[in-house]
């Protein structure tokens, strides 16, 4: 049996003493026997190290780990048993030179990786071991809500007087916990989350923009159905390169994550394949980052063909890169017939439907794409104006539409409400007593840092602004980062080829706004109109302005 952890400078008699540990028997009505305890102690104090053990229920010893003097090193003890409530199975015990109590580095391991229990044994100056302590998972109604420690430290207590039937405990304990996560059970359709943000400090306003891409975040959560209960936000001098936040105050969100019973981390920030994975493998919480919250939203809400076929592509893209950094704990070789030999590998497999896939739908989404040039042609061709609304997500576009048209579209206070253009035809007047008819067309709204493989699945519905003879530029008055709103979609302009349409730029929500900012955005932008979208009266100022435009 093989030994783990910090063994380079042992001498042959250590090792062999110390494999000889693998023999021993421990059964559950003990935390540790004493014949084991002795082998422990003997091992460290001969090698200045610490030693430890991890024991499985059945009463074998499934690794002897040696440490440094100070902090002991866990091997990959593969997945956690995915029944609700249950532990590991293994309990961690394991010597301290220097008569200390269980270290921070425990308390994870145990939290983290929900180990049965952690137990420390502490050796004195003498070299004797005198003490125990010991420490395991607890639900936080266990401390009635007093303490969020998530877990419960006893001793130090003399080695003779630790009395612990490690069996019954863990069977209280898991179903305790059981019951816990059956009287918890999250109503948000995706579970409980905490919210990450690594800013870097050096950077100008790098607090107020952390504070604003959490706040962004936050209402991105929202509209997918996710529950956020805590949020955490890292200066640093730069981001980790493998892990992007640092690896103690991930540690501690690891932890505060399982004492809030929560599934989920949602980084605001688009991860690399490697640092998902590296992420990935410090926790069994679920990490996601921006882009995958973007494209969760945009499949619940995508609506017509094209906007189902432009998500699946989208997902498709992000996806492919990342298949080789997945880990199922399963062989990634295929069996049966036409399995034999050299073979494909099952990574291989799904590597090669999925760019077939992502051929296919790009095939389909360019059928698509002409069939919007015939219509918009036709449009073109019937000589009615067109105006297109634009801006920031969650602006008001479709509300905005709906009052001037009398549409029913979909008009959520939420992130992406809509995916799908809408075109509504309107009357305005005309020269002297006529009507003009102009076409309306609601479009999908700007995001910051949107993903370059979303943005170009999504080109082609935004290109229906185009053929616009004007886009009337929403902007939500009432969002603290208005102006940098703003910045986003003179972006997307760009990238469109667009900026060279009319622009009447129209400022949403001034119900919202107090009186003095509302001055404050008049004088900085004096040629722009200040609206409130659901007042009929209000939006409809906004086409006998548009008739300079389009008339």
């Known amino acids: 049996m093989d030994l783990y952890g910090n063994t380079t400078g042992l001498s042959p008699a250590v090792k062999k003493k110390l494999e000889r540990i693998y023999r021993r028997r421990v059964p559950l009505d003990c935390i540790s026997t004493p014949e084991l305890t002795r082998s422990l102690v003997e091992g460290s104090l001969e090698s200045r190290r610490q030693i430890g053990v991890l024991i499985?229920?059945?009463g074998e010893i499934d690794y002897v780990i040696v440490g440094s003097a100070t902090k002991l090193m866990l091997p990959d003890i593969g997945r956690l048993r995915s029944a609700e409530g249950r532990f590991r199975g293994l309990r961690l015990v394991h010597t301290h030179l220097y008569h200390?109590?269980?270290s921070r580095d425990d308390i994870i391991d145990l939290v983290r990786l929900r180990l049965d229990l952690v137990a420390a044994i502490q050796i004195a100056s003498s070299g004797e071991a005198r003490s125990m302590t010991y420490a395991y998972n607890t639900p936080l109604s266990r401390t009635d809500g007093k303490s969020q420690a998530g877990y419960q430290e006893i001793g130090p207590i003399p080695l003779g007087q630790v009395k612990v039937h490690v069996g019954s405990l863990m069977a209280d304990l898991e179903s305790e916990f059981a019951r816990y996560s059956a009287l918890h059970r999250v109503q948000a359709r995706e579970g409980r989350a905490i919210l990450v943000h690594v800013a870097e400090k050096n950077r100008p306003e790098a607090w107020r923009r952390a504070e604003e891409g959490m706040c962004e975040l936050r209402e991105l959560a929202y509209t997918a159905g996710t529950e956020v209960v805590d949020e955490v936000i890292q200066m640093r001098e730069c981001l980790d390169p493998q892990l992007v936040i640092g690896k103690g105050k991930l540690e501690d969100i690891i932890l505060r994550a399982m004492e809030l019973d929560v599934c989920t981390l949602l980084?605001?920030?688009?991860?690399?394949p490697a640092q998902a994975t590296a992420l990935s493998r410090m926790t069994d919480l679920k990490i996601i980052d921006r882009t995958q919250l973007i494209l969760d939203i945009f499949a619940q809400r995508a609506e017509s063909r094209d906007g189902k076929l432009q998500v699946e592509l989208a997902?498709?893209?992000?996806?492919l890169p990342r298949l080789s950094q997945r880990d199922d704990s399963l062989s990634r070789l295929t069996g049966g017939i036409g399995g034999r030999g050299p073979g494909e590998t099952k990574l291989e497999i799904g590597k090669r439907r999925a760019k077939e896939r992502i051929a296919y739908l790009e095939d389909q989404l360019r059928q698509l794409a002409k069939q919007r040039a015939q219509r918009r042609h036709k449009r073109e061709r019937?000589?009615?104006p067109a105006l297109a609304i634009v801006g920031y997500t969650n602006a008001g576009k479709s509300t905005f539409l709906n009052t001037l048209t009398g549409a029913q579209v979909l008009a959520e206070n939420k992130l992406f409400a809509t995916l799908d253009t809408r075109s509504r035809q309107v009357e305005i007047e005309g020269v002297g007593q006529s009507k003009e008819k102009v076409i309306i067309t609601d479009t999908v709204g700007f995001i910051r840092n949107l993903p370059p493989d979303l943005f170009a699945a999504f080109r082609a519905t935004f290109e229906e602004t185009a053929i616009a003879s004007v886009l009337l530029h929403l902007v939500d008055a009432s969002a603290l980062a208005y102006e940098e709103h703003m910045a986003v979609a003179e972006q997307v302009f760009e990238k469109l080829g667009i900026e060279s349409i009319p622009r009447l730029l129209v400022f949403n929500k001034v119900d919202l706004i107090s009186d003095l900012v509302s001055t404050a955005i008049q004088?900085?932008?004096?040629?722009?109109?200040?609206?409130?979208?659901?007042?009929p009266v209000s939006a409809k100022s906004v086409l006998s302005r548009m008739t300079h435009f389009v008339l």
């Open 267 to 272: 980084f605001d920030h688009n991860l690399t």
């Open 523 to 535: 004088q900085r932008y004096p040629e722009a109109l200040m609206i409130n979208a659901r007042d």
């Open 100 to 102: 200390e109590p269980l």
């Open 56 to 58: 499985h229920r059945s």
């Open 382 to 384: 019937s000589c009615v």
């Open 315 to 319: 997902q498709l893209k992000y996806s």
